[in-house]
């Protein structure tokens, strides 16, 4: 840093201006005492009169700048005072936090002198404590530290650790760790700073270095183990000598196959190589028998450094086996020389090394004048010319399989298949092939006399599979006709159904018109028969359109992966009061199994399985539960119910099939309800089951394939339970009816006429229009048909008839299509929905909510 001018204190300069200004006092009084005489040496007393003013005014401004001048210094002096107590209070901080510092701590000038350091550093050099203080070179401390003997890693090279610990200490970049002779570790961090000093932090990490030598003693400790363990599972003999032959460490198999003298083994001084010299080689392999008639091959290993392992393994086994591979040769050579084959093997030089009896009886010769000899030299030029190409074809590696005319001068064979293997090293080179020749003499011949029926049996299945093709012709003709018959006629029982729902509607309504009248208490049961048999009718007609819907493709499965204990405990929940109205026991035997099926149809094929169950079974109990299998997990019902005759279980899926032994206690069936579930289990293609013992109860389940957790997706939520009161009837609201069935008008007029409502029939929205004109009032709700004349519809006639009013009116579709996409369009609408034929009381309670005033 470059050094600057003392600049002066507020006093010196105070005394400064006080001299200066008394020089312009005497100044001012020798010019004053000048003008005098000059007035009255040649009276000229304006010219003076001039300068005195001038001079006046220039001592004034001399005066105002000094006046200026003080009140500047004493505002320098106060800042001044400020400004060094602010300095005072920074370096009183940085003191204390320095002197806080756990580590030590130490800053260096640029010329690395020691400029402060706090007493920790000191601490940590206890003997340098006199020398440590600002001002302190940093080579001179490392030379009195290394002169002290205080730092363990400068005692080998002092200048030329002192030479490295310099240049780190100009250019630092890592820590630096110290290993200090009193046993304790220190890490130096040096860091450069502006200006061009260094500080420099000294912590104490001796313990961190126990804890290290502790863990590195641990590591090795365990790997000895570790080592040791090894040796001791290792099925060889292992024995290590140090470089004077002197058996240091061995394992208990070595002990266990060689039989020391376990006194030797106790000795501390180990045991000298010359006395197992009898099964330790001093270089390569050997084969040692010892006395307990074990096999050894005992091996050499040479170790870095000197010393050597010996490795004993027994093969005694090994031995055995080859002897046992010799004794199985000779019983091959018996069993290939009995093969009605000639077999041979032939090295990659073309030189027969194996044949079997059957080339000696071949050519004539014995084995003897075979074996070694070339293939060319036994076969003759013709002979081995034909199979050249395959004998080539063998050494390079590839199988092949032909077929040869062998002229045979003492065997009878015409014809002969010959096979050629390869045979390969473990490098993949072909060492030779193994060749196998076959008397195929009577099946070429059976194959001639094969080909011949062959061409024959061809021109009778030529024939046959003309036949066969106009028959088929005739048999898919049948088929599309039995498909189109089958289409029409579920379009037409869907029509049939939805027509019969119209009358029905009104004879419902017409009924309910009836029952609310006075009756005489002899046509009172006539009534009530009456609206029984229309529910029945009802039922059926559902019933069969379900069926329709099912056979029409209409009814399409949304499988996805749920727990099959959400769906259990909500089919068990509503049949629970049902079953305890017969005082049947309904126990539920759930699974945390996920299943993979539609939520609603599978819902529908167990509220069958329980509905029947609750209706066949007189006492007793039934099971609603589950069991594992391989191809999924069955849902099913078990009852203690009348069960079903063997020869019958065959018919309980076909519509319309009760069976007499039923009768008695439901004679209301109409034998649909099994025919929906296996219709349904087609769709949701799972297999059901079904078995049963008469008199004694019957299963009837449903194998449903396993989900998947992951997937597993939110339950649908069951449809909110009916309101338990339907709010008070509004009297005299007026309902407008728009339908284009007259007898279903009349009918819905009475009806509402019986229950204070006051109805307008119409039968198109144009109609309605007209009518509210006439009469001049406005409804209070309307109930429109979805199906009106000319292809109109109750959603258009609403929509029109609530513009021309300029306001919406509650309003309810009651329609015969119970379709999906008519209730959406209802929905979006904002109206009701109700199908037909409509039931008095829902008919009742939905008029009772239509026409309640808005806020109630």
Excluded at 220 to 231: E, F, G, K, N
Excluded at 518 to 545: C, F, W
Excluded at 701 to 721: I, N
């Amino acid at each position: 840093m470059s050094e600057m001018a003392p600049r002066p204190n507020g006093a010196e300069r105070l005394s400064a201006l006080e001299l200066e200004n008394a020089k312009l006092r005497k100044i001012n009084e020798a010019l004053m005492r000048r003008v005098e005489q000059g007035l009255a040496d040649n009276g000229n007393s304006f010219t003076f009169f001039q300068v005195a003013a001038e001079l006046e005014t220039r001592i004034q401004e001399r005066t105002r700048a000094l006046e200026k001048a003080m009140a500047d210094l004493e505002a320098s002096n106060f800042a001044l005072q400020e400004a060094k107590l602010a300095a005072e209070l920074a370096k009183n901080q940085l003191n204390v936090a320095v002197e806080t510092i756990a580590d030590g701590f130490a800053l260096w000038d640029s010329d690395n002198r020691l400029i402060h350091c706090n007493r920790k550093f000191g601490e940590m050099f206890p003997a340098l404590r006199p020398i440590i203080a600002p001002g302190l070179p940093f080579e001179t401390l490392i030379r009195a530290a290394v002169a002290a003997h205080l730092i363990r890693d400068a005692e080998a090279d002092p200048e030329g650790w002192i030479a490295q610990r310099l240049a780190v200490q100009q250019a630092p970049q890592d820590s630096l760790i110290l290993a200090m002779s009193d046993g304790s570790w220190q890490r130096v961090s040096e860091r450069a700073i502006a200006g061009g000093g260094r500080v420099a932090i000294y912590t104490d990490i001796t313990e961190i270095k126990r804890q290290e030598m502790l863990l590195r003693e641990r590591d090795l400790a365990a790997h000895s183990q570790l080592l040791h363990a090894t040796m001791n599972s290792i099925r060889q003999g292992l024995a290590v000598f140090d470089r004077d032959g002197r058996l240091m460490e061995w394992n208990p198999r070595f002990v266990e196959l060689t039989q020391p003298a376990l006194a030797q083994l106790d000795e501390d001084s180990g045991v000298h190589l010359a006395e197992w010299s009898r099964c330790c080689p001093l270089g390569g392999t050997l084969e040692y028998r010892t006395p307990q008639g074990l096999t050894l091959e005992v091996q050499y290993n040479p170790m870095q450094g000197g010393g050597f392992v010996m490795s004993y393994t027994d093969i005694s086994e090994r031995k055995a086996a080859e002897q046992a591979l010799r004794d199985s040769e000779a019983k091959m050579r018996l069993i290939t020389d009995a093969m009605p084959a000639l077999i041979a093997y032939v090295d990659n030089q073309q030189i027969y090394r194996f044949t079997n009896k059957g080339y000696e009886s071949w050519f004539g010769v014995p084995q003897s004048e075979i074996n070694g000899r070339s293939m060319r030299e036994v076969l003759g030029a013709q002979l081995f010319d034909d199979r050249k190409h395959f004998v080539e074809l063998a050494l390079s590696g590839q199988a092949s399989v032909f077929e040869l005319e062998l002229p045979a001068p003492r065997q009878h064979i015409e014809f002969a298949r010959a096979t050629f293997i390869p045979h390969f090293a473990a490098d993949g080179s072909v060492l030779g092939f193994f060749a196998l020749i076959q008397d195929i003499t009577e099946s070429r011949r059976a194959a001639e006399a094969l080909q011949q029926a062959k061409e024959q049996l061809e021109v009778r299945v030529a024939e046959r599979t003309e036949e066969l093709s106009v028959a088929n012709g005739r048999l898919r003709e049948a088929i599309r006709a039995i498909e189109d018959a089958q289409q029409s006629k579920t379009r037409f029982f869907a029509a049939a159904s939805h027509d019969l729902l119209q009358p029905l509607n009104a004879a419902r309504l017409f009924l309910a018109a009836l029952a609310g009248q006075e009756l005489a208490p002899s046509v009172r049961p006539l009534v009530d028969k009456t609206g029984t048999a229309l529910e029945s009718v009802d039922d059926l007609i559902n019933t069969l359109l379900e069926i329709s819907r099912l056979d029409a493709g209409a009814v399409e499965a949304e499988p996805r992966h749920f727990p099959v204990a959400q769906l259990l405990e909500q089919v068990a929940e509503e049949f629970a009061p049902l079953a305890e109205a017969k005082s049947l026991r309904l126990q539920l035997h759930s699974s945390p199994a996920i299943i993979h099926s539609d939520w609603v149809l599978l819902g529908r094929v167990l509220r069958n399985f329980l509905s029947n169950a609750i209706r066949y079974t007189r006492e007793g109990g039934i099971l609603l539960g589950c069991r594992r299998q391989p191809d999924g997990l069955l849902i099913g019902v078990w009852d203690q119910g009348l069960g079903i005759p063997s020869d019958k279980l065959a018919l309980v899926f076909h519509e319309f099939q009760r069976l007499p032994e039923h009768h008695s206690l439901c004679p209301k069936g109409m034998g649909l309800g099994l025919a929906i579930v296996s219709r349904l289990a087609r769709r949701l293609d799972h297999r059901l089951v079904v078995r049963s013992r008469f008199g004694r109860g019957s299963l009837f389940g449903v194998v449903v394939p396993y989900g998947e957790a992951d997937a597993v997706s939110p339950a649908p939520q069951p449809d909110p339970p009916p309101a338990l009161a339907a709010p008070a009837q509004r009297q005299g609201a007026t309902i407008l009816l728009i339908d284009n069935e007259t007898s279903i008008l009349e009918g819905m007029s009475t009806l509402l006429t019986n229950w204070h409502y006051r109805p307008l029939a119409a039968a198109s929205a144009s109609e309605a229009i007209e009518l509210l004109k006439r009469e001049a009032v406005q409804p209070d709700a309307i109930l429109a048909d979805y199906h009106l004349d000319h292809g109109a519809t109750g959603i258009e006639a609403i929509r029109t008839v609530c513009h021309h009013l300029g306001r919406a009116v509650p309003a309810a579709l009651i329609t015969a299509d119970r379709s999906d996409e008519v209730r959406q369009e209802a929905e979006a609408g904002g109206w009701a929905w109700l199908g037909k034929p409509v039931r008095p009381a829902r008919l009742r309670t939905l008029l009772a909510h239509l026409t309640q005033p808005v806020g109630e």
